[in-house]
């Protein structure tokens, strides 16, 4: 392989360490910015990571808990998944709150696009507010059995979040970003008001 610059560092070999269907690890021999001679580590998922902030008009939202292996820990969450990359994020958004709560929403708002990490993977996430919602049947994975689903007013969900009972940043990320927009009417003026209904509650 041609040695190559991926910004100031320099490629000098890269080969795939490890795959399963889910992910891949990508391994690179590496000059570092400094020059020495370094050895870096990419995980690249090969889906896109999925959110959604359930919205209710009298300011409610809906959390899912379920035992998150990796952490070895139970989770409270909004609803989140993965979508295939390239695909359009909004039909997997749609497929993740049904799966996992059985709501459908009439309206769909983009929240924010970010990445998961900046140092050991290149995953993007995407995320949604949905609002117009109706109630269904959830239709979970095996892995998702254990899943639990608790609809709460909005400033109960900060409060847990800020409180460190939830611990999930993309959790995190999607309730302060929807709470900041609707501050700053950055967002549908009905969905807003909804948002901030949630708040005052508290």
């Not at 040695?3 to 391994?27: A, D, H, S």
């Not at 969450?77 to 799966?99: C, N, T």
Request: charged share 25%; with cysteine; hydrophobic share 40%.
């Amino acid at each position: 392989m041609t040695q190559r610059k991926r910004g100031p560092w320099t490629i000098l070999k890269e080969r795939l360490g490890y795959e399963n269907p889910w992910m891949q690890v990508r391994e690179f021999d590496v000059l570092r910015p400094d020059g020495a001679p370094g050895l870096y580590g990419v995980v690249e998922p090969k889906n896109a990571a999925i959110g959604v902030l359930p919205a209710f008009e009298n300011g409610d939202t809906v959390l899912v808990g379920q035992y998150r292996f990796a952490l070895e820990a139970y989770s409270w969450e909004l609803p989140e998944g993965g979508g295939a990359v390239g695909a359009d994020p909004l039909d997997a958004a749609k497929r993740e709150l049904a799966e996992e709560t059985g709501l459908s929403a009439s309206h769909w708002c983009e929240l924010i696009e970010f990445d998961v990490s900046n140092s050991i993977t290149n995953e993007r996430a995407h995320s949604y507010i949905a609002w117009g919602l109706e109630a269904g049947a959830p239709a979970r994975e095996g892995s998702e059995a254990d899943m639990q689903m608790r609809r709460l007013p909005l400033h109960e969900a900060l409060s847990m979040a800020t409180s460190g009972s939830i611990r999930d940043g993309f959790t995190l990320i999607m309730l302060m970003t929807a709470v900041e927009k609707a501050r700053l009417g950055a967002l549908d003026p009905d969905l807003s008001r909804s948002i901030l209904s949630g708040l005052e509650k508290a």
